[in-house]
């Protein structure tokens, strides 16, 4: 199984997406032959080699006459459905332009079909998108994954005046995705980029086991203190596992009556634990104690956090990040079938 892991240290953008993947060898002739089927007119496409801070990538930007007019979401599909792109093309970038209307629509109390595009709407994040599309299916992605993502500081001028880093629909379109502080000034994931990896990828996280076959680096537009590169590591899967990150919650106990540890598992499993477990350890002048452990998903944090101080007497938890390799699991006939790329090893009833 092919795949490509984004390695983002400064965020990512549509344009830092498409020079990664020109840099790990995706043609630039079928990028604009491809590009051409969209019959968008007005545009041309600037690819050059550059330096950040001695550190070479691949530069995309897509240079327009004159600004061009809003668009709805209608407009949009209309465009892509009218070309002569791959139905595969068509298909995810449909997908991408209706989560991002979504979660324009959310910010803005508005619907889908109301929501009028500003930046997005215009067409270099046309090409930005239907362009990642291409490339994806010309490299022969099979699965997608993105390292964790870094918010940035400061605030944003946008269309809408001056908003809050990371922007508004950004943050939306970032729910259940693993981010954090880089303490860097500037917008490090753009509204695009993030539509485009949270529609696509298949897991945030540690990188896969891969061998990799190319290695691409997209360069950002804004100067940063650190080398403004989105990296890009294409290859074979090892293991044809499914690969996505949980966190990980410890905490030490050794004050609490053993009786009510069923209880808590109970109540972390019926808040939506992946799993609670207790394990027991010896502690400092002799002490008995126990590890209370609880796996839940990166978006369930707080409320798992929560619960373990309400469940349990400890004062303090340690929160891991946790790359997790899993069979696929599908449901069919009252029976869970565990497999492993295409060999089935579970089936029990379900």
């Known amino acids: 199984m092919k795949i490509a892991y984004f390695d983002a240290p400064t965020g990512l953008s549509g344009n830092m997406i498409l020079g990664a993947l020109l840099d790990a060898g995706l043609d630039q002739g079928h990028l604009t032959r491809e590009l051409n ?3 968008i007119a007005h545009y041309a496409l600037r690819i050059t080699k550059t330096k950040k801070l001695h ?3 691949t530069s995309f930007n897509v240079e327009v006459a004159e600004r061009d007019r809003q668009r709805n979401l209608a407009d949009i599909l209309a465009i892509i459905n009218k ?10 970038s449909a997908m991408i332009f209706r989560r991002l209307a979504a979660a324009e629509a959310k910010v803005h109390g508005t619907t889908v079909n109301q929501v009028h595009f500003h930046e997005v709407g215009a067409v270099d994040a046309i090409i930005d998108i239907v362009g990642a599309c291409i490339g994806l299916e010309k490299l022969e992605i099979e699965k997608i994954f993105c390292s964790p993502l870094p918010n940035g500081q400061g605030r944003i001028v946008h269309a809408h005046g001056i908003l809050p880093n990371p922007a508004p629909a950004t943050a939306e379109l970032l729910k259940g995705v693993p981010t954090y502080a880089a303490g860097i000034k500037g917008e490090l994931v753009t509204p695009t980029g993030a539509a485009i ?3 696509l990828a298949d897991g945030f996280g540690d990188p896969p086991r891969l061998e990799v076959a ?3 680096y997209g360069a950002g537009s804004i100067e ?3 080398p403004n590169l989105l990296r890009v590591f294409i290859g074979e ?3 044809p596992a499914e690969h996505d990150a949980i966190l990980e919650i410890k905490a030490n106990i050794d004050d ?3 009786k009510l540890y069923d209880r808590a598992i109970a109540k972390l499993m019926k808040a939506g634990a992946l799993d609670a477990s207790v394990q027991p350890i010896r502690m400092k002048k002799g002490r008995n104690a126990v590890v209370l452990e609880v796996l839940c998903k990166p978006g369930d944090r707080d409320k798992m956090i929560e619960a373990v101080f309400s469940e349990t007497t400890t004062i303090g938890v340690r929160v891991y990040l946790t790359a997790r390799e899993k069979l696929s699991r599908v449901i069919r006939g009252g029976h869970k079938i565990s497999s492993l790329g295409t060999e089935i090893k579970r089936i029990k009833p379900e």
């Open 37 to 39: 089927k969209l019959r």
């Open 55 to 57: 550190l070479a990538g």
């Open 83 to 92: 070309s002569n792109l791959s139905r595969n093309v068509k298909a995810r």
């Open 197 to 199: 990896i949270t529609t």
């Open 214 to 216: 190319a290695i691409g």
């Open 224 to 226: 940063l203190p650190l």
């Open 237 to 239: 899967a090892r293991i």
């Open 256 to 258: 609490m009556d053993p």
